[in-house]
């Protein structure tokens, strides 16, 4: 039995704006499909007069993508565009978007000796501008609350010194409570605007910035925060 898997991409159509629609299918070596795609080939991501790059990461992630009626797919190469709020997969040294429904999306980052997991999910209800297809990053959850992040990047422009035109790509953050038992979602930036948008837990929250020392202006403490609220009973 070989185990060598082979891609069969197949051409449907081709558009003059550089992208691509195929079908793919990997096999394994009895020529049984363990994976099928449909994808939209990227050729470029970005205008060269741009500094920076719209993704979150550059290099590919190896990670998992959970597609329509629970389709799982793993070790797969996965890439995310922050300016249009797309995941990207690679195939044969190729960039595809995905043209089927991916419902969430995670990988593992290492960075200074620490491995944090990014785990992307949309889905979720309409949020004023954002809708039920944008993803949000997952940074902490359980039965009563979730921490969620908007992760996108601009394009900021502006004059240099030397009073050349500029432009370049600018990270950007909003960070949301969500409550699953109401579908509501609460900006959170600090301590106050959490007991806000929490106010069963306000008290609980005041006990534990005093325990810990926090301001809740940072990811970090939030996410904990989070941790411990969705032990409270």
């Not at 793993?74 to 690679?90: A, D, K, M, T």
Request: with cysteine; glycine share 6%.
């Amino acid at each position: 039995m070989y185990k060598i898997a082979s891609i069969l991409a197949v051409l449907i159509c081709l558009v003059n704006t550089g992208q691509a629609q195929y079908a793919i299918a990997s096999t394994d070596g009895e020529g049984r499909t363990i994976q099928g795609l449909g994808a939209l080939a990227i050729n470029h991501i970005k205008p060269d007069d741009i500094d920076g790059t719209p993704l979150l990461f550059e290099n590919w992630k190896n990670g998992r993508v959970l597609l329509r009626m629970n389709k799982m797919i793993s070790g797969i190469p996965l890439q995310l565009n922050l300016e249009r709020n797309v995941p990207y997969f690679q195939r044969d040294s190729a960039r595809y978007e995905f043209t089927d429904r991916v419902l969430e999306f995670s990988f593992v980052h290492d960075t200074a000796g620490t491995t944090d997991t990014f785990l992307f999910r949309s889905n979720y209800p309409f949020n004023g501008k954002y809708t039920d297809r944008s993803y949000y990053r997952v940074l902490a959850e359980g039965p009563q609350v979730q921490l969620l992040s908007y992760t996108y990047k601009t394009i900021q422009e502006n004059f240099g010194f030397d009073k050349t035109y500029k432009r370049a790509y600018q990270l950007r953050e909003e960070l949301f409570f969500y409550m699953p038992g109401s579908k509501q979602f609460f900006p959170v930036q600090g301590k106050k605007s959490a007991q806000q948008a929490l106010p069963n837990f306000s008290e609980r929250i005041e006990q534990l910035c005093r325990l810990n020392k926090w301001n809740l202006k940072t990811t970090d403490q939030l996410r904990q925060l989070v941790r411990q609220l969705n032990t409270t009973q």
